[in-house]
């Protein structure tokens, strides 16, 4: 018995909805996906390689930031020129909210606003931070995005990622999901460079050994996790690769 079927028969993928299923989706339905994040950076990487799969089988993928992550010595001119050169590496288009990094405001006026951007755009499905990450952006950006799917008749289906698990991302629960990566991997990491300013050496590296040990779990080299959350219309990612 090899390690995989050791995991299959241990009950560890039990729940597991996907595994290197979105290569197999069909190329005849596009949809458009947003994936939040609380600074630029944080969707590339935390789930830059579905983002890319995503983008590859010809659906538009927007990356919709929180703010510009401008924050002392590093400028919002930079910050933007860099999240625009990782949207090119994954085929993806930037998008804004328009608040300020380290200062995220979560009220009814902000509630309306972000939830305006969402359904301006009409996704089919949104990934974003879990609930309780440490930085307060995540958490925002997150509250925001639940009360804009919420407001919306959870009309879209809303699935969380992960973010440099055990640093940024705590007490994540089991994924629901997972997405094999290893093909894309590269890409994924080239989009993360793009964040020079952002000392990527070290936080790269963090996210990669969780892309390797989630690969682990659902038998692949790399692989990104997600958790969808109950009640929504639909699982897009079955959909999208079944």
Known sequence: MNRREMLLSAGTLAGVTMTKTLARATQDSKSKIIVTGGHPGDPEYGCGGTIARLAAMGHEVVLLY?????????????????????????????????????HAIVD???????QKIIEA?????????????????????????????????????????????????TQFPAPTHYVDISDVSDKKKAACYAHASQTPDRYYE??????????????????????LQIGSAY????RAGV
Request: hydrophobic share 40%; glycine share 4%.
């Open 206 to 227: 963090l996210q990669d050994s969780v892309a390797a040990f989630r690969g682990l779990t659902c038998g692949s080299k790399r692989a990104e996790a997600f958790v």
């Open 121 to 169: 755009e009409k996704p089919d499905a949104v990934f974003t931070h879990w609930m309780i990450d440490n930085h307060p952006d995540h958490r925002a950006i997150a509250n925001l995005t639940y009360e804009a799917w919420k407001q919306l008749k959870r009309r879209f289906a809303l699935y969380y990622y992960e973010v440099s698990d055990g640093e940024d991302t």
């Open 108 to 114: 009814n006026s902000h509630y309306e606003a972000f």
């Open 235 to 238: 699982d897009f990612l079955a």
């Open 66 to 102: 929180l703010n510009d992550g401008a924050w002392q010595e590093t400028s919002a001119a930079t910050r933007i020129a860099e999240a625009k050169k990782a949207c090119e590496i994954l085929n993806a288009r930037p998008v804004y909210a328009n608040q300020t990094n380290g």
